[in-house]
């Protein structure tokens, strides 16, 4: 590959480092560029750019970079326009909500049923955007307290946690943990940092895959502004 390219790691975080490595090791013309640097104006020598997270692609939008860019581990690519620009190619971080169900039961076997999502007054409207009308995910809005959004969950007996930040704060992780222990309750899940929270099965990115499809996003035109999520199967715990 003859191009140079840039890429800028907001996060910084070992997931994020590992994509970089990889990244690293396949191409010949290679710069990083640290966030704190992060500007339009010391952009030149670069043909493209890869932005890995949030803040990044954020500064990128605000800086009105029109360089070609390929970018992942934005949790929700949509609420940014990013399917809307044309300079913006983008790898989900998660898999749909969708997908992951549909995985589950096909890898499990298990008889099909809802599937619980609960939700955040404030994350509704997102979660919404993935849900389709016919899914066999059921959205659960928690309204008042937690005790009440308990008593919604207790006829599914499949619930899936979605990256709702309200939702995965530590206590209230931690009660529909405990819920779903205690009401023998299945948990499903596309976040990978919940391995340790005794979660039964997980459908997470695979970060290899994932490195490989930003490079191949560097040279192809793909007709999708927003790939789906490379992942695999990281814990099935019945």
Same mark, same amino acid.
């Given at each position: 590959?003859?191009?140079?390219?840039?890429?800028?790691?907001?996060?910084?975080?070992?997931?994020?480092?590992?994509?970089?490595?990889?990244?690293?090791?396949?191409?010949?013309?290679? &710069?990083?560029?640290?966030?704190?640097?992060?500007? $339009?104006?010391?952009? +030149? @020598?670069? #043909?493209? !750019?890869? *932005?890995?997270?949030?803040?990044?692609?954020?500064?990128?939008?605000?800086?009105?970079?029109?360089?070609?860019?390929?970018?992942?581990?934005?949790?929700?690519?949509?609420?940014?326009?990013?399917?809307?620009?044309?300079?913006?190619?983008?790898?989900?971080?998660?898999?749909?909500?969708?997908?992951?169900?549909?995985?589950?039961?096909?890898?499990?076997?298990?008889?099909?049923?809802?599937?619980?999502?609960? &939700?955040?007054?404030?994350?509704?409207?997102?979660? $919404?955007?993935?849900? +389709? @009308?016919? #899914?066999? !995910?059921? *959205?659960?809005?928690?309204?008042?307290?937690?005790?009440?959004?308990?008593?919604?969950?207790?006829?599914?007996?499949?619930?899936?946690?979605?990256?709702?930040?309200?939702?995965?704060?530590?206590?209230?992780?931690?009660?529909?943990?405990?819920?779903?222990?205690?009401?023998?309750?299945?948990?499903?899940?596309?976040?990978?940092?919940?391995?340790?929270?005794?979660?039964?099965?997980?459908?997470?990115?695979?970060?290899?895959?994932?490195?490989?499809?930003?490079?191949?996003?560097?040279?192809?035109?793909? #007709?999708?502004?927003? *790939?789906?999520?490379?992942?695999?199967?990281?814990?099935?715990?019945?």
């Amino acid at each position: 590959m003859s191009q140079t390219v840039c890429i800028v790691d907001s996060y910084q975080i070992k997931e994020t480092r590992q994509v970089v490595s990889f990244i690293e090791k396949e191409l010949e013309d290679f &710069v990083e560029i640290p966030f704190s640097e992060f500007k $339009k104006e010391k952009l +030149k @020598g670069c #043909s493209s !750019l890869i *932005l890995l997270g949030t803040p990044a692609v954020a500064r990128a939008l605000k800086e009105n970079v029109k360089k070609r860019i390929v970018y992942s581990f934005v949790l929700f690519p949509e609420a940014l326009s990013l399917e809307k620009k044309k300079n913006f190619f983008g790898i989900r971080i998660i898999p749909l909500p969708q997908k992951t169900v549909e995985v589950f039961f096909n890898y499990t076997k298990l008889k099909k049923e809802k599937v619980a999502l609960p &939700v955040s007054d404030k994350t509704y409207k997102i979660a $919404k955007n993935y849900i +389709k @009308g016919d #899914s066999i !995910l059921k *959205l659960v809005k928690l309204k008042k307290d937690y005790l009440t959004l308990e008593y919604k969950l207790l006829k599914y007996r499949y619930i899936f946690i979605f990256p709702d930040p309200y939702i995965l704060k530590v206590l209230t992780l931690l009660k529909l943990l405990n819920f779903a222990k205690e009401n023998k309750k299945v948990l499903i899940t596309n976040l990978p940092d919940l391995e340790n929270y005794g979660i039964n099965f997980i459908y997470a990115v695979d970060l290899k895959e994932l490195s490989k499809k930003i490079l191949d996003l560097l040279e192809s035109n793909s #007709s999708e502004r927003i *790939l789906p999520c490379p992942a695999k199967v990281k814990r099935w715990s019945p």
